[in-house]
């Protein structure tokens, strides 16, 4: 059944990329490859969860909604918004390694990250490098070798899986920043963009 899901996100995946080369060969653009397409995807997942973790402020970003205390609320014990973004940073990079072929890289400490990592600055950057690590961790991907097993944290599963996972499990946390986020009374930057969209008038 794994493999027959596997397979059928492959299938997608190689879908997506023939439509897109398809469009590209109409407009005398290049067409895109099998890494390239979900490269594309990277960058978008990128931009929204690195504009939601810059979205909160200095003086709140070591919180979370543990200290606002809502009756009937159970965030009890739940990871800060800095937490959050370190667990995710950490992860690309544990998630995206074996793709590359080589462990992931020293100092990582997946899942939760750095504990010496305490600044706004430091956990931004390190998001960050985990993202430009995961751009360059697609490049070898092509639909060829999608199927093809590696080792991650003990067992042997495909390369499609590891990147489905990495995008499920970067929105899953991005949801709950979204949340974080909202309750500090920050709209997310996503959301922004949204509502300045819905706002205009007919035509605009």
Known sequence: MKYLRMLCVTALFSFAVSMSAQASNMTGQAPPTFASAIDREI???ERQFVGAAEAMPEDKFNSSPESLNLKGSAFKGV???ADQVKHVAADNFSIWAPLTGNPEPPGINAPNGPSE???RAE???FLKDSFAYSHKAVTGLTSENALE???FRGSKVTRISLVVLAFTHAS???GQMVEYLRLS???PPASRSMQTSSNKPAGK
């Open 43 to 45: 960058s978008n997942l």
């Open 123 to 125: 956990v931004l950057k």
């Open 172 to 174: 899953d946390h991005y």
């Open 117 to 119: 990592m305490k600044t």
């Open 149 to 151: 097993l590696v080792e």
């Open 185 to 187: 009374g920050i709209v």
């Open 79 to 81: 990871r800060t918004f």
